[in-house]
């Protein structure tokens, strides 16, 4: 089993900054991709970045060039950091694992970020 936590969410105005975390526990050996999507109010979850077992990184176009993900295998954690946030980044966002163990995809509890204008 892989448990994952999310942290670093919050309130930040127009053109702000927020780093997340996800701190990943349990079968953390089988862990593959890890990913970030997000889901505002009424909206379909979509993706926004994700990072493979090399450090590849993969972006959404609409947060390109703003959003950057990192990976720190000694802490299985996995970070976003979001510049130059707007008011459509607003949403909750999860933290995703691919993983070898069943269910071989895992998610987070999410955590909140509104940006204001």
């Known amino acids: 089993q892989v448990q994952l936590v999310e942290s670093g969410g919050g309130l930040v105005q127009a053109g702000g900054s927020l780093r997340l975390s996800c701190a990943a526990s349990?079968?953390?050996?089988?862990?593959?991709?890890m990913a970030w999507y997000r889901q505002a109010p009424g909206k379909q979850r979509e993706f926004v970045s994700s990072i493979d077992r090399g450090g590849k990184t993969n972006y959404a176009d609409s947060v390109k060039g703003r959003f950057t993900g990192s990976r720190d295998y000694t802490k299985n954690t996995v970070y976003l950091q979001m510049n130059s946030l707007k008011p459509e980044d607003t949403a909750v966002y999860y933290c995703?694992?691919?993983?070898?163990?069943?269910?071989?995809?895992?998610w987070g509890q999410g955590t909140q970020v509104t940006v204001s204008s």
């Open positions: 349990g079968s953390t050996f089988s862990i593959g991709t």
């Open positions: 995703n694992a691919g993983a070898t163990v069943p269910p071989y995809s895992f």
